[in-house]
């Protein structure tokens, strides 16, 4: 009895064993893999996902796609066939914390929705093939794949490619060509039975069956596979050793030639006491090769990139770069790498991604510090733009919140936290790069690339009724945006009675082209508007895309009698005077001089510190002395305090309202 009890000990910690090792995928270090260790993540309560709630902070949404925190290892990909259908998931497909979703949008990111898959070990990742299929593979005591055939609503469990234990880091690409290799679907992952070695599998009937090619290679730390299909059903298979080594098949992945070293570097971070590399606090990093194909009908068709995270020399610890081939992976740019992130700090940039659109552009993703110069810790996902064919990025800053990576890694063993391995990025018209962490949690967020956005010169204007509110709204865009946006203005509460005229200058409909634009939105009191409070919501639409966006701005209506130049001398010296009559009731005078034109501001406030009245609002005024007639008729007796800011001069005074 005490043998079977043993025995059965032994069969239940075996099956526990496989089924959670590889939630943890382990690396190499000096050609010596690590053994598999019993690791779990992080447990969160079951919420479904698909809230796609809009983070409105700055000039740019974006969008958290989860309800609850996930378990890293973003991915997601884009429908050949419906440049606004996506699919995506994090390692949260494990079910070890709740149901296993997928979740997937049809209307290009307007609402997510989510869908279940039959529980797994994890590391997801996701393509389309060219009839519109979707695959998604994972690790599941071997390789898994699930395959849907309805954009992402439901998913077929197709069995396992592989039934091997010691199975890792595994990616596949499909063919979208059309072309003799249409129905082939290819497969990649670390075979630790075999010394951290990359198998290669395919299928030539849209995943019903596999075969297995060969083994491609090895890689120290783990190589972590990347697979790619370009024009003609041309396969790239990209791994890590000692930089990225690339092989490329031109039989649909039959046979491979010989390995081209596609870039030279190290990895990431420094090796710390588990003999890991890490940044941060002790979270792990990896210099495991991304690479996209050019599939556009651009003269750098063809063209392929290789985007990764690596310890350049110096006391920087970790960069992004891009090599580049332009002759179909015969030859690469290993020589003259281009540096992705364009930061002067020594901060890390880490966790990269790439893409490229159906108009030739490569888009990069990455986590980023350098917003935190001091301690190097402070996160925010960015990214970059090519329009030349990756010779040269544009930077620019995706999400609108940070994180502390030391808040949310995930304990792993001694010395060792986790925080992914990879984030993806996918698209064609337009691009989402899919990714977690943002403002200390591992929910999951995206953004569109490229995207407009909306800010104001000023977020509250005061006006008299019969007066004309003057706000400037500025429209930045992220990335090279091009398309027709519609403005519109809905203000609230509905004054009663009264009314609000609104009226753009040079107008609300405007076609960027890739660069920022303005506009001036003037909004009409009449005379019987109430005094009080409204907000001026603006509505942005583009014409024939989902991009749309909302900011709100506040418009104060009182009875405000006004500012007089009470001459045209020029006085020396900045000044502001006492009010006068002081106390007052309900009318009084304030005077100031400006020695030169300047930007003037003239607020109220009482004695708490909170804004009571905002006279002049960053306004462009000529040299002279002025004074300013307010009327408290609607405030209330009390300390109040007025502040006059004109460029670099500011003063503060205090004045009595007795009534």
Not at 190 to 210: E, Q
Request: charged content about 15%; some cysteine.
């Amino acid at each position: 009895m005490k043998s079977k009890f043993i025995l059965l000990f032994l069969l239940a910690f075996s099956i526990c064993f496989n089924a959670y090792s590889q939630i943890d995928p382990n690396e190499q270090v000096s050609g010596n893999s690590f053994p598999l260790k019993l690791v779990l993540p992080r447990v969160f309560a079951p919420e479904p996902y698909g809230v796609d709630a809009v983070i409105s902070v700055g000039a740019f949404d974006n969008y958290q796609v989860s309800t609850n925190n996930g378990f890293a290892e973003t991915d997601i990909a884009v429908n050949p066939r419906d440049v606004n259908n996506f699919v995506a998931s994090d390692n949260r497909v494990t079910g070890f914390s709740g149901t296993p979703w997928v979740y997937y949008t049809t209307n290009g990111g307007v609402t997510w929705s989510n869908t279940a898959i039959a529980s797994n070990q994890g590391d997801p990742v996701f393509c389309a093939d060219s009839l519109g299929n979707f695959y998604c593979a994972v690790l599941s005591s071997g390789i898994r794949l699930l395959k849907s055939t309805d954009k992402g609503v439901t998913w077929t469990n197709l069995g396992n490619i592989v039934s091997n234990a010691n199975a890792d880091k595994e990616w596949i690409a499909a063919d979208q060509t059309g072309g003799p290799f249409q129905n082939h679907v290819y497969m990649a992952y670390v075979n630790f039975a075999t010394g951290a070695s990359v198998d290669f599998h395919r299928s030539t009937n849209n995943g019903a069956t596999w075969s297995f090619v060969g083994n491609m290679g090895t890689g120290n730390p783990n190589p972590g596979p990347d697979v790619a299909v370009g024009p003609g059903g041309r396969v790239y298979l990209a791994w890590y050793n000692g930089g990225t080594q690339v092989r490329v098949s031109t039989d649909g992945g039959a046979s491979f030639g010989a390995f081209v070293q596609a870039s030279f570097h190290s990895t990431p971070g420094a090796v710390n006491g588990s003999g890991r590399n890490v940044l941060k606090t002790d979270i792990r990093v990896n210099g495991m090769p991304h690479i996209a194909v050019d599939m556009s009908s651009t003269s750098r068709r063809g063209y392929i990139y290789n985007v990764y995270a690596a310890n350049p020399p110096g006391p920087d610890a970790s960069d992004v770069f891009c090599t580049r081939s332009t002759d179909g992976g015969v030859t690469w740019s290993s020589g003259s790498p281009v540096r992705v992130n364009d930061d002067a700090a020594f901060t890390d940039q880490w966790m990269c991604d790439v893409s490229v659109d159906l108009q030739g552009r490569v888009w990069a993703m990455w986590w980023d510090s350098r917003n935190d110069e001091a301690s190097n810790m402070m996160t925010e996902t960015y990214g970059a733009v090519s329009t030349d064919g990756g010779l040269t990025f544009t930077n620019f800053k995706i999400s609108n919140q940070n994180f502390n990576p030391a808040a949310i890694k995930i304990f792993q063993g001694a010395n060792h936290y986790y925080l992914g391995d990879y984030q993806g990025i996918a698209g064609r018209t337009m691009t989402f790069p899919f990714y977690t962490g943002q403002n200390n949690t591992l929910q999951d967020f995206t953004a569109y690339l490229p995207d407009y956005g909306i800010s104001f010169n000023k977020t509250i204007d005061s006006i008299n009724p019969t007066s004309t509110s003057v706000v400037r709204m500025r429209n930045p865009v992220m990335g090279p945006y091009t398309g027709q946006v519609t403005y519109t203005s809905s203000i609230t509460p509905s004054p009663a009675p009264g009314t609000f005229t609104v009226s753009y200058s040079p107008g609300n409909i405007r076609t960027f082209n890739g660069n920022a634009d303005s506009i001036t939105i003037n909004v009409l009191a009449s005379a019987n508007v109430p005094v009080g409070l409204y907000t001026d919501t603006i509505t942005a639409v583009e014409t024939g895309g989902p991009r749309i966006h909302k900011r709100a701005y506040q418009i104060r209506v009182g009875n405000f009698v006004g500012i007089q130049q009470t001459n045209t001398e020029v006085p020396q010296v900045y000044s502001l005077q006492q009010n006068y009559p002081n106390p007052f009731n309900p009318v009084t005078n304030i005077k100031f001089g400006l020695p030169k034109g300047s930007f003037v501001t003239l607020k109220i406030y009482d004695m708490l510190g909170k804004e009571v009245a905002s006279l002049i609002n960053n306004l462009n005024m000529a040299a002279g002395n002025y004074t300013y007639d307010f009327n408290a008729v609607n405030v209330p007796s009390g300390i109040y305090f007025y502040k006059l800011s004109a460029g670099e001069f500011s003063d503060v005074k205090k004045m009595t309202l007795i009534k």
